[in-house]
């Protein structure tokens, strides 16, 4: 009832996750002002970005939607996905990037979505897993189904922020282990994580996958880490 929303919007006022503003009862996360101001990504580096996959994992395609740049205010967006228990935010912008990014094509002939799966300890303590968020607003938006449970991470290693390009690549091998083939099997697969740096993690992945059954991989980021804006 929208009169309780009203109610509910007086005693806890809903602020843009952007700007920092207040949000209208018609607004969700982000004010419109910021979403039209949304800082998708250019198509130059959206070439980066498939290309940086080249020589070490086969992919179909990769792409992402927004920049995630040092003083963003965009980053607050994905914050509040990863750490303040608002998975519905990254739900949301999800739906939005599929919506727009469909009109390319890039979502023909896939056949399911594939969230990179967190650790038990981590989704524990976050009381859920980002990447599901993301996979299920992309999937609201195509119609294409989310296969969960086939691929698992075994070990919760280190956090990669500290460590260089090399270092990066070294500390994800064989974290994740493949669970259930037959649900892949086949398949091309969209493979999503929330932000993309240097993509070790999602190749980590993508190899372990395609090792141990015969599918297609695709790769979809929410947000692309790049600070040369
Ligand atoms: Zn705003």
């Not at 101001?37 to 792409?63: C, D, M, N, Q, V």
């Not at 740096?197 to 790049?226: H, N």
Request: proline share 3%; net charge neutral; glycine share 6%.
């Amino acid at each position: 009832m929208k009169w309780i929303s009203d109610l509910i919007d007086l005693i806890f006022p809903r602020t843009c996750l952007v700007c920092g503003e207040l949000l209208s009862p018609q607004e969700k996360d982000i004010c419109l002002d910021c979403l039209s101001k949304l800082p998708r990504i250019e198509k130059i580096h959206l070439e980066e970005i498939e290309k940086s996959f080249w020589g070490k994992i086969s992919i179909e395609r990769a792409t992402s939607f927004i920049y995630y740049h040092k003083s963003s205010p965009y980053n607050n967006i994905i914050h509040n996905l990863k750490y303040k228990n608002r998975p519905e935010a990254g739900e949301r912008l999800a739906f939005l990037a599929a919506t727009e990014i469909a009109e390319s094509g890039f979502f023909d002939g896939i056949d399911a979505i594939v969230p990179l799966p967190l650790s038990k300890k981590k989704e524990r303590k976050r009381g859920y897993n980002q990447c599901d968020h993301i996979a299920e607003g992309l999937s609201r938006a195509t119609g294409i189904p989310v296969i969960k449970g086939a691929v698992a991470r075994t070990t919760a290693n280190e956090t990669q922020t500290h460590k260089n390009r090399d270092e990066r690549w070294k500390n994800v091998e064989g974290i994740f282990a493949l669970t259930d083939a037959q649900k892949l099997e086949g398949k091309h697969i969209l493979l999503i994580d929330d932000i993309l740096t240097t993509g070790a993690t999602l190749a980590s992945c993508a190899k372990t996958i395609q090792d141990g059954c015969k599918c297609s991989i695709s790769i979809f980021t929410l947000a692309y880490t790049y600070n040369g804006i």
